[in-house]
């Protein structure tokens, strides 16, 4: 009888063992797509970065793309073809070494990719519509966008100013920021300067684009706490007519040493730019808890044959307050 236990486990090994498959991760990854993005601003010339995707867990660290041409075309007339040339960024990563039993700081060239740009300065109202091609990919990628004119933003102003209970030495400003939107579908970026490290608020008009991060955002119990460049907005609230915005800071006092003016930026941006932004925030921003609220998010692309974004900005409207 153990004789027999044992021959029968043999053969059940065997089988497991021929029911063994090697599966070669580079069989399954899909083929690479040609990424083009690109943000075009007033008074400079087009530019470009184009490259191509890559299986999540490659090795690859070279996304270059062959023969890159780039034609630019503007208000429907063919302009130009970009210059191209390839650039590198170097990656600091953390390396583990067996002998040392330490890791250190090493660089690699972990992403590379064709920069090309232009001539012609790019203008307000500019529509442009890039073509991009490469020996390496049989379909032309196709990306448009229209250059937005500057907003008209009528005043940026001291509603009061409260000196913090803490007794911290800091106080709080509340701001208004009025303005005079035309009729049609506009998007709007706050980015805070000197002065206005962030802002908050509770403007409705930020409610599109407010980041989830926490419960308290999801449940409407927190403040969107605005900071870094994009703060974006849409006009749907007040589309052709005027509109103030209230927000409030902690800022130095005026008496303080370390008091500066408080400085904000006013720009418009396309419907490209907006939605990336707006996606790309919605992926980047979500926590762990909210996540299993979720689908995955998919992120904003506006490039045909491809994938990316090619998205422009206008010329920034600097607002000051000073309150000396």
């Known amino acids: 009888m153990k004789h027999i236990?044992?021959?029968?486990?043999?053969?059940?090994?065997?089988?497991?063992?021929?029911?063994?498959?090697?599966?070669?991760?580079?069989?399954?990854?899909?083929?690479?797509?040609?990424?083009?993005?690109?943000?075009?601003h007033v008074g400079e010339p087009a530019r470009l970065s184009v490259e191509k995707s890559s299986f999540y867990?490659?090795?690859?660290?070279?996304?270059?793309?062959?023969?890159v041409h780039v034609d630019l075309y503007v208000n429907g007339v063919f302009k130009e073809a970009l210059q191209v040339?390839?650039?590198?960024?170097?990656?600091?990563?953390?390396?583990?070494?067996?002998?040392?039993?330490?890791?250190?700081?090493?660089?690699?060239?972990?992403?590379?990719?064709?920069?090309?740009?232009?001539?012609?300065?790019?203008?307000?109202?500019?529509?442009?519509?890039?073509?991009?091609?490469s020996s390496e990919f049989d379909e032309v990628a196709v990306a448009e966008t229209?250059?937005?004119?500057?907003?008209?933003?009528?005043?940026?102003?001291?509603?009061?100013?409260?000196?913090?209970?803490?007794?911290?030495?800091?106080?709080?400003?509340y701001l208004s920021l009025k303005i005079d939107d035309p009729t049609g579908n506009d998007y709007y970026n706050l980015c805070p300067q000197e002065g206005l490290s962030h802002f908050t608020t509770t403007d409705p008009?930020?409610?599109?684009?407010?980041?989830i991060v926490h419960v308290d955002?999801?449940?409407?119990?927190?403040?969107?706490?605005?900071?870094?460049?994009?703060?974006?907005?849409?006009?749907?609230?007040?589309?052709?007519?005027?509109?103030?915005?209230?927000?409030?800071s902690i800022i130095q006092p005026v008496e303080s040493y370390y008091y500066q003016p408080l400085v904000m930026e006013v720009t418009k941006v396309d419907y490209s730019l907006y939605q990336f932004a707006k996606s790309y925030s919605s992926?980047?921003?979500a926590d762990d808890l909210l996540a299993l609220f979720?689908?995955?998010?998919?992120?904003?692309?506006?490039?045909?044959?491809?994938v990316g974004v090619v998205c422009s900005q206008s010329l920034p409207v600097t607002m000051v307050v000073d309150l000396r």
């Open 5 to 40: 236990k044992l021959i029968i486990l043999s053969v059940l090994m065997a089988g497991l063992t021929a029911c063994e498959k090697e599966i070669l991760y580079e069989d399954i990854a899909p083929e690479p797509l040609m990424v083009v993005n690109g943000i075009q």
């Open 57 to 67: 867990i490659t090795t690859e660290t070279d996304f270059r793309v062959k023969d």
């Open 85 to 133: 040339r390839d650039s590198v960024v170097m990656e600091t990563y953390w390396a583990y070494d067996p002998e040392t039993d330490e890791s250190h700081e090493e660089e690699r060239p972990r992403y590379a990719f064709v920069y090309c740009e232009g001539e012609y300065i790019l203008c307000e109202g500019d529509q442009l519509r890039f073509e991009v091609s």
């Open 146 to 173: 229209t250059i937005p004119y500057a907003p008209n933003v009528i005043s940026f102003d001291t509603i009061r100013v409260e000196a913090s209970p803490d007794g911290d030495g800091l106080a709080t400003a």
């Open 205 to 211: 008009v930020f409610a599109d684009f407010m980041n």
């Open 217 to 248: 955002d999801l449940f409407g119990g927190s403040d969107y706490y605005g900071s870094g460049k994009y703060n974006m907005f849409n006009d749907a609230y007040f589309d052709g007519s005027q509109y103030a915005i209230s927000m409030s």
């Open 283 to 285: 992926y980047d921003y």
């Open 294 to 306: 979720t689908e995955p998010i998919q992120v904003y692309s506006n490039v045909q044959n491809g």
